[in-house]
């Protein structure tokens, strides 16, 4: 099969999307198909083409979000090479320029379209709006929203029961949507994979201490991700145990922010920022920790909950559907509504290392259920399925064409 991934970003870029979209690409070459992407070129304003990996950088606009592109919804020199792969299948992973190239594409030439629909807007529209236009805006992002996913893709993916009830319950979506979690590279997590040598280096270079008990945050330095209420209960943490240390890995537009708060409330000892970090680094950081700690309620899914529970690290995550459709609680996992049960939960296994033990070897096993294989065969299932319905389509279309003539001559 040849099959045609769209999406805004991909590698060298970093994020939890394009670890998916790099994962499900080499879990499908590896069952032998042929995987081409399209996507922004976030280095320069230059059109390329990787033959030997078939990537495809459409030259775009930077948008001063993050490292994201504005590109043309239709660059026509893209248009010639994407048709030479005569692709049986194209799967966008976006909603904005590049999904809305791979919508005209698609209908242009027929191709049945899959979309992963993979956040929820709704969840971000008052860090753009600030509570002014709040309703409108959410009446706009659901209109947009039903439009692109109900009236072009054939077939949509969703990670979570949470987005399934947002287009079943909510927008009224008709179509099939499939409920597929995202999946990513265990093995890569997996401690047997980790070099101690390197890990000793990590520790050494972060200043740590054997007796520190390690609090991982894993993710984009935003408002969003409420960070802020892990810097804020870490202090209490630290009042009864001066050893809790709090590391968070990545950046954002807020890290300098973050990093003023810890200090104005004088735990800069015990809160590491390190910055963005190389993918290949990415498992070594959660290897140095002992609990996985989030307490965001925006995401749809949470790849860094995964990754940590490959890496044997028990999550304790905010109370919130994209997380309790991943953590069995108390089995292989803990969650949290207010601060004070998340200050509990961090003391509970603190106190408790046969617990912590038990949680550990619990989060390992439920990880191997989200591995690259088990993902890429699901999605495969829905290619199949959409490219039978867009033939099925087509027949009809066809049979529909025949009797219209019929009945003109007659």
């Avoid at 994209?322 to 108390?330: K, L, N």
Wanted: hydrophobic share 35%.
């Amino acid at each position: 099969m040849r099959i045609g991934i769209f999406s805004e970003a991909y590698t060298p870029y970093i994020s939890g999307l394009v670890t998916s979209e790099v994962m499900l690409k080499k879990a499908l070459e590896k069952q032998g198909h042929e995987v081409y992407v399209v996507t922004a070129n976030l280095e320069s304003f230059k059109y390329e083409y990787d033959e030997k990996e078939r990537i495809l950088k459409v030259p775009g606009i930077p948008t001063g979000i993050y490292d994201s592109r504005f590109t043309s919804i239709y660059p026509v020199r893209a248009v010639n090479k994407i048709k030479s792969w005569k692709l049986d299948v194209i799967h966008s992973q976006t909603e904005f320029a590049i999904g809305t190239f791979a919508r005209i594409l698609a209908k242009q030439y027929n191709i049945p379209l899959v979309h992963t629909y993979h956040t929820m807007y709704e969840d971000y529209i008052y860090y753009i709006t600030k509570g002014y236009f709040d309703k409108s805006s959410k009446k706009l992002i659901e209109y947009l929203t039903k439009f692109y996913c109900d009236t072009t893709a054939t077939e949509l993916i969703v990670p979570t029961n949470k987005i399934y009830k947002l287009f079943k319950e909510k927008y009224k979506f008709e179509k099939n949507i499939n409920i597929i979690p995202t999946g990513i590279e265990v093995e890569r997590f997996y401690k047997e994979n980790i070099d101690q040598k390197k890990l000793q280096e990590l520790k050494k270079y972060l200043k740590l201490d054997k007796n520190d008990f390690i609090l991982l945050f894993v993710g984009r330095l935003a408002e969003e991700k409420n960070i802020e209420f892990l810097i804020k209960n870490h202090k209490e943490l630290v009042k009864k145990h001066k050893n809790i240390k709090l590391i968070i890995v990545g950046d954002g537009p807020d890290k300098e922010k973050y990093e003023e708060y810890s200090k104005s409330l004088n735990i800069e000892n015990n809160v590491i920022f390190t910055g963005k970090t190389k993918w290949e680094d990415t498992p070594y950081y959660y290897h140095i920790a002992n609990v996985f700690t989030t307490a965001s309620k925006t995401e749809t899914q949470g790849l860094t909950v995964i990754e940590a529970m490959a890496s044997n690290i028990v999550p304790v995550c905010m109370k919130d559907e994209a997380f309790q459709s991943m953590i069995d609680e108390e089995l292989d996992g803990l969650l949290f509504e207010t601060e004070e049960e998340y200050r509990n939960q961090i003391l509970r296994l603190y106190k408790n290392k046969k617990e912590l033990e038990k949680f550990d070897k619990q989060a390992r096993i439920k990880s191997d259920t989200y591995s690259s294989k088990y993902y890429a065969e699901r999605v495969l299932a829905v290619y199949k399925r959409a490219i039978k319905e867009k033939q099925e389509e087509n027949r009809f279309g066809l049979i529909s064409k025949i009797v219209k003539n019929i009945k003109e001559k007659f």
